[in-house]
C-alpha cells in the first residue's frame, strides 16, 4: 500500500479545511463535509468536533474508507480510529497550534474529550 508523499503531506498538513467523503456501504461516496486536521509526522488525522454521534463520523464506521481532498490534493483513505492517549496529547499540541488564530472556544472544542473520543488517522490507499 502506498503511503503519503511528502508533497501530499505538506498539502494537506497545511490545508486550513479538509474535506472528508466517506463510502457508502453501497461504495459510492457520500457528500463531503469540511473538517480540520492536523500532521503528526508523516501521518495525517481529523476529528470530529461533535464527537463520535456527528453525521460524517457515523459515515467513517460503514466502511472505514472515503476520501480526503485539500489544497487541490484528492486521495482516496482508510479511516483508523486511534485512542493512543500520547498521540492524542500531541494532536492537541499540533490543533492548538495550527488554529490558533480561530476562537479559543472552537479549539478547546477540538482538543476536548469529545472531539479526542472521535479521532481518525487517514491512511492512503
Known sequence: MPGWTAEELNTIGAAEELRIASLRPNGTLRNPVVVWGVRRGDDLYVRSVNGRGAAW?????????????????????????????????????????????????????????????????????
Do not use: M
Open 57 to 125: 463520523f457515523r459515515g467513517t464506521q460503514d466502511r472505514r474508507e472515503g476520501r480526503v481532498s485539500a489544497g487541490g490534493v484528492e486521495r482516496d483513505v482508510r479511516f483508523v480510529e486511534t485512542d493512543d492517549p500520547g498521540i492524542a496529547d500531541a494532536l492537541d499540541t499540533a490543533y492548538r497550534t495550527k488554529y490558533r488564530r480561530d476562537a479559543a472556544t472552537i479549539v478547546d472544542a477540538i482538543t476536548g474529550p469529545t472531539a479526542r473520543a472521535a479521532t481518525l488517522k487517514l491512511v492512503p490507499r
